[in-house]
């Protein structure tokens, strides 16, 4: 099977899931009274005028990029099989955490920056791996760890922000911490997009965009070019054949879980660093949770990731203009919801696709049938480690027709 | 062997006619093909009512295959199926459970915390008004454990059952849903000798009741307790049926086995004196009970290959384990050459100079989504080619694979393709090609040539004979008794994890090994 083929069999999954996710979000507005189609005008009109369309562009980038970040964390989990559902925890952690060390030292630019991604990574990521020790010394599910450690860590993150970590003055009606100060405020890309001749947006374009593309690149680098990426993607094919060939499962899951808790402190820092300045009690929420299906629909990888939130963030960003025209901004909800649903289905067909090519490129190259799932001789073997947690991962899955038990 | 009628000519009309009574299965002419491979053919089986038939052969001569076909889990390429003289053909397990037949499995597909009764009417509850009838359900239960004489009590939760009261759950399950033929899969694998005596005093009651018990085994002395018949399958088809009464174990482990040579052929020893591999006191831990692998002490030499023999699940794949690091000892040491790999990782032992080629290749040597390349490095990915610093050197790894297919003629259309796509034999050699290209100064071959056709057999028999005259250790594991006595320059057998025997593969028969391996014969190293 050629590498064109294959690439075109992995877009489609997606492709089919959006297509999918519109038609039925169609008819889900048209039960309700409204038209569908105008629905869709008013979602893809980013503006008339130069500057308002370069300004709908920024909000869809700037909403991108903390999406990005959170996909980009959960799909290294979900590479090795293991299921970071706690993101969300993970970045208000860090970012609560990150805002009050920003506020409390004196640096000089850049060096402030960096101390606050530092800091964000560093308690991201202590935050993370609490699920993974957990998982490899009491073998706790990391679902299930992720999940409670999420109402830990919104708790926690909801005493420090009144408690010790408090800024903003007393009886204040939105409680935060103390204001970063300029230096440690990550400088805007308006001027970059004013030297490509565009109009000047209302908003500024977060200049956190770079960091995000940097950290994209390296984790693509890490996982697919390196012997750590290697181990990594063996983990999440099969554990046990990843074992058998030397890598020490536990250690994979504590590092990957610091690795996707490190990339999940980021999650916050585009808004904190670039517009919010502080944390408090309006600070963007979600943003994990959205990840989880950021990753689905990018299938963990990274490029696919960043198309993925670019997609939910151009659909966020639709959800004001919906009101304006009098239709519930629920919508977007809805489309983003049952693209996830599509998504895991598109998977899976295509993952039946894509081996029954396979299969039959080696058929053809050999006159010898494929071996995909003997069994070992009975149903002793039970349910290895197969089923993906994106459920479009793993082959084991008995296709019918398969030498089951051959041999037996 | 007199005592075998073989099944050559004409077989006996079975409908009626001339018996009288017809058989309560017979399968005529049964093949089936599975890609690549012919797991049946030509199977004849005659069952009467009222009798326990016993099914031997060796491990993947194709027993489970031809209960899967009568049991309706796939269909026959050719042949028959007679129930009671009327031909049938079943869709699937739900057919042949309407028809009448039965299977317990080896292993028990039982819910723990549920009762014996609401495991025993699990999939075919009698309801009332939409709502289990319990009433109903206990009242039947109750009666074929009477007239089974299976002493179940229904209401306690099968958590707290031993093996032996499961196994008669799982029984009394097929008998509630009306089955009159009952295939019991190696049902003594996992029972302790009272508990064997148990099942044999319930296999009684049934054979009493007039239903037929296909029992399938490789235990001779207790098919020729139990059976009234015995039909001996090898190589996927049947030799002969046979009369226990008047056939000594002896024949039947010859008509097992068969009468000629083993196939990989011994040749002149390699064996040097340095040892490669040296294991002291290994014992394994099962957590409960008597260790999985108890004291084994070993070695292997340059050039030498030791042979484990043993029934399966006997400690050789625990035993397996210990030595790659996949698995704690509880005591003991292993040493390669010089070094104390006792508490090495995996990959340090593979560093080491270990080479594996593993028992489920699906489980252990493949990632059956990844490409060729992929998996050509799998196990080798921190040493050349794979390894290039911290990264994985793509271009070398891709040109080695293309190497590797070349030289073990790996058939498959490039390094790119998926290792989904290939055949088992394919498959195999591409793992052994990849242990191969390592060097290994021990390789640890586990059913090297399992599931795998005859022609990469006798390739994968070849490697293994040049890499043992090139000085590699191997340690095999097989339960291909030729294979191993073929291959073999010292030959050990496990029981209940000991080695209990070692014999030299040069005069030992298979029977007499099979003896050993069943705890028949005992010895103290014959060689």
Redesign the interface.
Known sequence: ?N?LRRTGLALLGPVLAVLVALVISGLVIALIGQDPLRALQVMVDLGDAPSQQVQSIVVILNRAVPLFLAGLAVSIAFRMGLFNIGVEGQYRMATVVSAAVGAAVVLPGPLHVLLVIVVAMVVGAFWAGIVGVLKVTRGVSEVISSIMLNFIALGLASFLLTGPLRGSAEGASIITTAPLPESAWFPGLNGVLGAFGLAEPRTELFGFLVVAVVIGVVISVLVQ???????L??TG??A?????????ARRMVVTTMLLSGAVAGLVGLPDLLGDAHSFGTEFTAGLGFLGIAVALLGRNNVLGVALAALLFAFLDRAALPLQFADIPASVVTIIQGTIVLAVVVANEVVRRL??RS??R??????????????D??????GP?PDSGPDGG????TGVPGT?????? | MAAAGAVGGTPPVGDGAAGGVPFAVELRRITKR????V?NKDIELRVRRGEVHAIVGE??A????LM?TLYGM?RPDEGQILLEGREVHFRSPADAIAAGIGMV???F?LADNFTVLENVVLGSEPTKGGRLDRAEARRRIAAISERYRLGLDPDVLVEGLGVGDRQRVEIAKVLYRGARTLIL?EPTAVLVPQEVDELFGNLAELKREGLAVIFISHKLDEVRRVADSITVIRRGTTVGEADPRTTTAKELAQMMVGSELPTPETRSSTVRQVPVLRLAGVTVDSGAGRPLVDAVDLTVREGEVVGIAGVEGNGQAELVDAV?G?RPLASGAVRLREADITGW???????AGMG?I???R?????????PLW?NR??????RPP??RG???D?GRARTDTARIMREYDV???GP???A????????QKLIIGREMSAAPRLLVAAHPT??V?VGAQAVIWELLKDARAEGMGIVLISADLDELIGLSDTLHVMLRGRLVATVDPRQVTPEELGGYMTGARTAAGAA
């Open positions: 099977m590498r070019r390196t012997r750590f990426g290697f181990d993607r063996a094919m099969s046990s054949a990843a074992t058998a060939s030397g890598v020490d894509t081996l396979a299969e490129a080696g058929a053809a190259a050999t006159g010898a049938p494929p071996d995909p799932g003997a070992g001789g009975g149903p002793g073997g290895g991962h793993r082959v084991r030498p089951e038990g051959a041999r037996a | 599975f890609p690549g491979v797991a491990n993947g194709g027993k489970s295959t899967k796939h499995h080896q292993h597909m899969d790659m996949l990782s995996t990959r340090a032992r593979r560093e594996f593993p028992e489920d699906h489980r252990q040597g493949m990632l059956l989504d990844a992929e490095i799998l196990g080798h990915q921190t794979a390894a911290p990264f994985i793509r058939r498959a259309p790119d393709s998926l989904v796509a290939l055949s088992g034999g394919n498959q399992r599931g056709d």
